[in-house]
Nanobody, 123 residues
């Protein structure tokens, strides 16, 4: 059974850091693209980063470029999102999601989703 479990969210002050984890089970994460999305109430889920299968390419939204880093630990079947210099506008529920091979921009193109983890950045 395919399962994704996010962890690592929490409350942090502006300028602080968090590392989110997305642990996969039931499939080999290395063979899939992994996207990190975030959503605030009343808005659509937006992609903040994505790593294609085998980590061939990575993408970052302009709003997080230079602050967030996506990485994989294939031995642990886990993907991370290191978030530095956090800002109040980064406050959202963060989700990881998978799809075959290549990254896509929109959430509907991703097949499997985790339950989400809340990130709150205070000013």
């Amino acid at each position: 059974q395919v399962q994704l479990v996010e962890s690592g969210g929490g409350l942090v002050q502006s300028g602080g850091s968090l590392r989110l984890s997305c642990a996969a089970s039931g499939f080999t994460l290395e063979r899939y693209a992994i996207g990190w999305f975030r959503q605030v109430p009343g808005k659509e889920r937006e992609r903040v980063s994505c790593s294609s299968s085998n980590d061939v390419t990575t993408f970052y939204d302009n709003s997080v470029k230079g602050r967030f880093t996506i990485s994989r630990d294939n031995a642990k079947n886990t993907v991370y999102l290191q978030m530095n210099n956090l800002k109040p506008e980064d406050t959202a529920v963060y989700y990881c999601a998978t799809r075959p091979h290549w990254c896509r921009l929109v959430s509907v193109d991703f097949n499997s989703w985790g339950q989400g983890t809340q990130v709150t950045v205070s000013s």
